[in-house]
């Protein structure tokens, strides 16, 4: 995915280029409306992690408050996932992309909202069968992607910076 469409994608999902992280949020929200619903405790999560990423104002916030009430669509959250994969294969530098770490924090991020909501007693915590498959899917997809664009980045061994 070149930079335009990147640019174009975040456009399509309500988000301009200086909340471009807010893409992030998509893949949380499905997992929270999984069973039909957001539950109070997976709004809460996903709210936090807004304002950790300082995503409370702006496009970002009007779009949170929407897919709060009104479930993001498949193709939505198919465009969020094709935008985090296409910035996990950037090389990194001082624009947009994700690295490793960012896709792993997606991933627990998921899992978090998937366990708010599901929690005997502050004791045991479960997950809903819908958010576990959905849970299953976005594993496979952001670990590919991390796969697929860290493993061409060369070695010392292949050279150095240079030879690049």
Do not use: Y
Not at 32 to 48: K, M, S, Y
Request: with cysteine; glycine share 6%; hydrophobic share 45%.
């Amino acid at each position: 995915m070149t930079d335009t469409e990147i640019l174009a994608n975040l456009e399509l999902l309500g988000f301009g280029v200086e909340q471009w992280r807010a893409v992030a949020l998509l893949p949380l929200l499905a997992v929270a409306w999984a069973d039909g619903r957001v539950q109070p405790a997976e709004r809460a999560r996903i709210l936090e992690v807004a304002h950790q990423e300082r995503l409370l104002s702006g496009p970002a916030a009007q779009q949170l408050t929407r897919w709060f009430t009104h479930r993001p669509t498949d193709g939505e959250l198919e465009v969020a996932l094709q935008v985090i994969e296409a910035l996990a294969a950037r090389q990194p530098g001082p624009s947009i992309d994700m690295n490793e770490a960012d896709l792993r924090q997606i991933e627990e991020r998921c899992e978090a909202v998937a366990k708010a909501a599901g929690g005997i007693l502050g004791l045991a915590f479960t997950i809903d069968s819908e958010e576990a498959v959905l849970l299953d899917t976005f594993r496979r997809r952001l670990r590919r992607a991390a796969a697929t664009a860290f493993s061409d980045l060369p070695t010392p061994e292949q050279g150095r910076f240079e030879d690049l």
